[in-house]
């Protein structure tokens, strides 16, 4: 069964404050790993899709990286702006992604 | 150009009842879903449906029945709806289930209270 597993659960950082989100993952086969943004009230918002073990992708402040187990998801020079859920997924053979809990991330100004 | 689009936002209503979510994409996707929320923000994969084809019916009561009348339509009906159906609903839409084309784009969603 693919599991998804994010941590931490919830981040608080002072803004400016560089930190990086974990997202370890077990699938049979990784068809795709996947990062959303998640504001209160509204849908997942896409941010990334990553393929194989290497591949990094950035968008203003965020990169995210992937390794054989593990994403993560750097945040560089955080604003309050960024506050929100950060999802990971992860796809198997399947296709269908399975989703980890989320880290809810806070920026203080 | 909102992309995928649910009707309606906010749905209340009493147990017993049967309702109907709407979900319709613009994008040309092939492959539509529907999720379910809880309260602690976990997202689960209900139905998938490619190509107006159900692929995907995870454990889901059969008083959740989706249909899906064309490729860029995907709606939810629930029968005798329950308390513990509360929750926020989420369609999404990805352009295939293939490979490169699995990423998944997110409606609004539609929360559910059932009193």
């Known amino acids: 069964e693919d599991q998804v597993t994010q941590s931490p659960e919830a981040l608080r950082l002072q803004e400016g404050e560089s930190s990086s989100l974990n997202c370890s993952y077990t699938?049979?086969?990784?068809?795709?790993l996947f990062w959303y943004r998640q504001d209160p009230g509204k849908g997942p918002e896409f941010l990334f899709t990553?393929?194989?073990a290497g591949e990094e992708k950035e968008k203003e402040r965020l990169k995210a990286t992937l390794t054989k187990k593990e994403s993560f998801l750097h945040i560089t020079a955080p604003k309050p702006e960024d506050s929100a859920t950060y999802l990971c997924?992860?796809?198997?053979?399947?296709?269908?992604?399975?989703f980890g809990r989320g880290t809810s991330l806070i920026v203080h100004p | 150009d909102t992309a995928v689009s649910q009707t309606p936002k906010y749905l209340v209503t009493q147990m017993g009842n049967d309702k109907s979510i709407k979900c319709e994409q613009n994008?040309?996707?092939?492959?539509m879903y529907w999720y379910k929320q809880d309260s602690k923000k976990f997202l689960k994969i209900m139905f998938s449906?490619?190509?107006?084809?159900?692929?995907i019916n995870e454990t889901v009561p059969n008083r959740f029945s989706p249909k899906s009348p064309d490729k860029a339509h995907l709606n939810l009906h629930i029968n005798s709806l329950e308390l513990g159906d509360s929750a926020v609903y989420f369609c999404?839409?990805?352009?295939?289930?293939?490979?490169?084309?699995?990423?998944?784009?997110f409606g609004p969603g539609t929360r559910l209270t059932v009193l």
């Open positions: 449906y490619n190509n107006k084809e159900l692929i």
């Open positions: 994008l040309g996707h092939d492959t």
């Open positions: 699938v049979s086969g990784l068809r795709g």
């Open positions: 990553l393929y194989s």
């Open positions: 999404a839409s990805s352009q295939d289930l293939g490979p490169g084309g699995n990423t998944q784009y």
């Open positions: 997924a992860a796809s198997g053979g399947s296709y269908i992604p399975t």
